[in-house]
């Protein structure tokens, strides 16, 4: 029988962990911070699983180096920013590929993600991850209101997510009202922008919007980028892992897109069936359970 230690951002790796016991796979979140993990309590699990790299760190790699010393099979799930760091960064780079003796298997969220890691000779199974909030198609709201993903929790992200580029559209489209989640407003002070730290239920926001915007400079498996596609709204996004979506690789490219959002808003049906047809949790939770169980020998 698996049994699993879940190592997840922030909720993600509860939700994780409440999905697997409806399989009946025997399984516990350790929480997010390396700093923090319960080594003793983890010895009763057999596989740890990361969803996110634990890699790109000194600290991530000795608590690898400390894992497999007490006979731990690990899997590591790769996400954007921890590929773009690998890629990018001498330090990740170099305690990625030094941990790669110490992880029995890799998962990339895409094809993309995978080819990109295979790139600094990391080899990874690509697996989609399980997207806990799909919604059912709703018809387009009266007013024309955008919401934007600019979280702020860390200061790197206003410039992974473009927040000058956001600054800027902002008082471009002085008439147009902006919801920007997963933001303090620490940074913005214009009467047409409302800022959330934090949102209890995200549908009700994106069924008041006509589009989303979220424009990080790497991506993977973006949840916001499934949730607005899941709903029927226009996504605009750097990111071209996904189809049905405006992608824009710049200002003029985004104002354009929003440009004619506003005066054209049309419902994402198309978006909405592929979301709903490719990313059913249910299959995408058991695709996950069959490496695990591979790794654990087929066992039950």
Same mark, same amino acid.
């Given at each position: 029988?698996?049994?699993?230690?879940? #190592?997840?951002?922030?909720?993600?790796?509860?939700?994780?962990?409440?999905?697997?016991?409806?399989?009946?796979?025997?399984?516990?979140?350790?929480?997010?911070?390396?700093?923090?993990?319960?080594?003793?309590?983890?010895?009763?699990?057999?596989?740890?699983?990361?969803?996110?790299?634990?890699?790109?760190?000194?600290?991530?790699?000795?608590?690898?180096?400390?894992?497999?010393?007490? %006979?731990?099979? #690990?899997?590591?799930?790769?996400?954007?920013?921890?590929?773009?760091?690998?890629?990018?960064?001498?330090?990740?780079?170099?305690?990625?590929?030094?941990?790669?003796? +110490?992880?029995?298997?890799?998962?990339?969220?895409?094809?993309?993600? /995978?080819?990109?890691?295979?790139?600094?000779?990391?080899?990874?199974?690509?697996?989609?991850?399980?997207?806990?909030?799909?919604?059912?198609?709703?018809?387009?709201?009266?007013?024309?209101?955008?919401?934007?993903?600019?979280?702020?929790?860390?200061?790197?992200?206003?410039?992974?997510?473009?927040?000058?580029?956001?600054?800027?559209?902002?008082?471009?489209?002085?008439?147009?009202?902006?919801? #920007?989640?997963?933001?303090?407003?620490?940074?913005?002070?214009?009467?047409?922008?409302?800022?959330?730290?934090?949102?209890?239920?995200?549908?009700?926001?994106?069924?008041?919007?006509? /589009?989303?915007?979220?424009?990080?400079?790497?991506?993977?498996?973006?949840?916001?980028? +499934?949730? /607005?596609?899941?709903?029927?709204?226009?996504?605009?996004?750097?990111?071209?892992? &996904?189809?049905?979506? +405006?992608? /824009?690789?710049?200002?003029?490219?985004?104002?354009?897109? &929003?440009?004619?959002?506003?005066?054209?808003? #049309? +419902?994402?049906?198309?978006?909405?069936?592929?979301?709903?047809? %490719?990313?059913?949790?249910?299959?995408?939770?058991?695709?996950?359970?069959?490496?695990?169980?591979?790794?654990?020998?087929?066992?039950?």
């Amino acid at each position: 029988m698996i049994t699993l230690a879940v #190592i997840g951002i922030r909720g993600y790796g509860q939700r994780l962990v409440d999905q697997f016991k409806k399989k009946h796979v025997n399984s516990e979140s350790f929480g997010e911070r390396l700093r923090n993990i319960d080594f003793k309590k983890l010895q009763s699990y057999d596989i740890v699983f990361f969803h996110f790299s634990p890699t790109i760190s000194l600290r991530g790699f000795f608590v690898l180096l400390r894992l497999k010393i007490m %006979n731990k099979k #690990i899997i590591v799930n790769w996400v954007g920013s921890d590929v773009l760091q690998a890629n990018t960064n001498f330090v990740a780079k170099f305690f990625s590929k030094l941990s790669q003796p +110490l992880i029995d298997v890799n998962i990339s969220e895409s094809p993309k993600l /995978a080819e990109e890691l295979k790139k600094i000779k990391i080899i990874s199974k690509p697996s989609k991850s399980p997207v806990f909030n799909l919604y059912e198609l709703k018809k387009l709201p009266h007013e024309k209101k955008i919401a934007v993903y600019l979280p702020d929790r860390f200061d790197y992200m206003w410039d992974f997510y473009q927040g000058d580029l956001i600054k800027k559209l902002v008082k471009t489209f002085p008439k147009v009202e902006f919801i #920007i989640v997963s933001n303090r407003g620490e940074n913005f002070s214009e009467k047409n922008v409302t800022c959330l730290k934090w949102v209890d239920n995200m549908e009700d926001i994106y069924s008041n919007v006509v /589009a989303v915007i979220r424009l990080p400079l790497h991506d993977g498996q973006s949840a916001t980028t +499934l949730e /607005a596609l899941s709903i029927g709204r226009t996504m605009i996004t750097t990111s071209d892992n &996904l189809p049905y979506c +405006l992608v /824009a690789n710049n200002f003029d490219e985004v104002k354009r897109h &929003l440009k004619e959002v506003l005066e054209n808003p #049309i +419902l994402n049906i198309n978006g909405s069936k592929y979301v709903h047809k %490719n990313f059913d949790l249910d299959k995408l939770t058991n695709n996950l359970i069959s490496i695990f169980e591979d790794l654990d020998g087929g066992e039950q």
